[in-house]
């Protein structure tokens, strides 16, 4: 199964940015989707965007633009560029992956989790 390691969360002010990095341990990293969710106080984790092998990409309405999700298959890596960051987006973040070609936007289609990373964004 692969491992997964994210990086990159902080602190910051309502209107910075933050770059999230997934690290996946296997080679096969390359016929996976993966996806990042994220995890606020009190609440259900939820869809952040989600990113197929061949670059298929589907954001949650809420993100409006704000977020960027790319992925390099050479490295292993998939990243979450973060911008126009409000309160709101403070959460822990985890990066996701499943197998195959399909983007699900329900955590429960995923296999494979990070530990997470916190983000927290102060006004």
């Known amino acids: 199964q692969v491992q997964l390691v994210e990086s990159g969360g902080g602190s910051v002010q309502a209107g910075g940015s933050l770059r999230l990095s997934c690290a996946a341990s296997?080679?096969?990293?390359?016929?996976?989707?993966m996806a990042w969710f994220c995890q606020a106080p009190g609440k259900e984790r939820e869809f952040v965007a989600g990113?197929?092998?061949?670059?298929?990409?589907y954001y949650a309405s809420s993100i409006q633009d704000r977020f960027t999700i790319s992925r390099d298959n050479a490295k292993n890596t998939v990243d979450l560029q973060m911008s126009s960051l409000k309160p709101e987006d403070t959460a822990v973040y985890y990066c996701a992956a499943r197998s195959g070609s399909a983007l699900y936007a329900t955590e429960s289609q995923y296999d494979a989790w990070g530990q997470g990373t916190q983000v927290t964004v102060s006004s």
């Open positions: 296997e080679r096969t990293f390359k016929t996976h989707t």
């Open positions: 990113i197929t092998f061949n670059g298929g990409i």
